[in-house]
């Protein structure tokens, strides 16, 4: 029974870890935001060296949003499979050993290739090249970078529902398409492979989470879906 409290308890602090730390890189993604607005209006006015030091400050917070959306996925992956035994468990070993493990298999290691960090530096480039692709980036490289983000499947491969519908949606820390955590649950008991066709990731119940960024995400895809009818729907207007 005591076995139980403990690990319900462990599950608990968790979730509450992981609400706090979604707040905070929402707070750095909008912070982000702002500053590539003031870099426009500086690089408006050819202010180019404090247009460098925002541009190395967007990169600072790209790095510190990842290290806690690793951090929150680590802190959930110990929960999902915490198994109190006799002896005392180092969990700041587990932590280190766990963000160790997710960091190794990122592929967005390089804060330059953060969706933010990638619209601040076209934002600045659009003020005197607009229509122009940026240096070492051919044009369809760049279109559409407001919409880039984590998100790699737009529906749930077992449910058919867009991720935008999710009652709880969670993602893989392997191979990062994300389900319906209540029937990816279930289908992980039957199988480890992920249901994403042509996927070979495995998959596993404790590395399935909702990491702190996957929210924010799914958030701003349906701003993105919302703008997107509203354009749709002045455009049909103006063919009337």
């Not at 076995?3 to 992981?18: L, Y």
């Not at 408006?44 to 949003?65: G, R, T």
Request: hydrophobic fraction near 35%.
């Amino acid at each position: 029974m005591a076995s139980s409290s403990h690990g319900e308890q462990m599950k608990i602090v968790a979730t509450q870890f992981c609400s706090d730390d979604q707040t905070l890189i929402a707070h750095i993604r909008k912070t982000m935001t702002i500053m590539k607005e003031i870099a426009v209006e500086f690089e408006k006015h050819n202010e180019s060296d404090k247009v460098k030091e925002l541009e190395d400050a967007v990169l600072e917070l790209a790095d510190l949003s990842e290290d806690s959306v690793h951090l929150s996925s680590a802190v959930q992956a110990i929960a999902n499979r915490y198994q109190p035994k006799e002896e005392v468990n180092n969990f700041r070993k587990l932590l280190e050993d766990e963000v160790s493990k997710l960091k190794s298999k990122s592929t967005s290691s390089d804060p330059n290739s953060n969706p933010l960090v990638r619209q601040f530096k076209e934002a600045v480039w659009k003020v005197h090249h607009e229509g122009q692709p940026m240096p070492g980036e051919e044009q369809e490289d760049i279109v559409m970078t407001s919409t880039q983000s984590s998100i790699l499947n737009m529906t749930c491969p077992l449910t058919g529902k867009p991720v935008t519908e999710l009652e709880e949606p969670v993602r893989s820390v392997e191979c990062k398409h994300i389900y319906e955590k209540r029937i990816i649950m279930q289908y992980i008991k039957l199988s480890n492979r992920c249901p994403i066709s042509g996927c070979p990731k495995k998959l596993h119940a404790d590395s399935v989470v909702q990491d702190a960024l996957l929210l924010i995400e799914i958030e701003e895809l349906r701003k993105v879906n919302k703008e997107t009818e509203v354009e749709d729907f002045t455009l049909l207007n103006e063919d009337d």
